[in-house]
């Protein structure tokens, strides 16, 4: 079992800056991700990263995003730079082990215009 917390979501204006942060419940996760939900849309994928550090982004956040980890903290994060109105939406940690997928419950990202 994997548990996993958000944090460091808000309301920030459009152009400013936000870095979320997931602590998960045990070390050495293999794969561990960010996606993301608005209204009415599925959930999609933002950032994912493998325990060795390779890193994937979706083509809106690439450039503007950049996924890290702290395995020694047991901790994932989302830096997110220029922030635009589009990228409104809960944000979701996800992790992967051994095959069995874990979320946590979301933080809301609020970018005003």
């Known amino acids: 079992q994997v548990h996993l917390v958000e944090s460091g979501g808000g309301l920030v204006q459009a152009g400013g800056s936000l870095r979320l942060s997931c602590v998960a419940s045990r070390r050495s996760i293999n794969a561990m991700g960010w996606y993301r939900q608005a209204p009415g849309k599925q959930r999609d994928l933002v950032a994912a990263?493998?325990?060795?550090?390779?890193?994937n982004y979706a083509d809106s956040v690439e450039g503007r995003f950049t996924i890290s980890r702290d395995n020694a903290k047991n901790t994932l994060y989302l830096q997110m730079n220029n922030l635009k109105p589009e990228d409104t939406a809960v944000y979701y940690c996800?992790?992967?082990?051994?095959?069995?997928?874990?979320w946590g419950p979301g933080t809301q990202v609020t970018v005003s215009s």
């Open positions: 996800k992790a992967v082990e051994f095959g069995i997928l874990y």
């Open positions: 990263i493998t325990n060795n550090g390779i890193t």
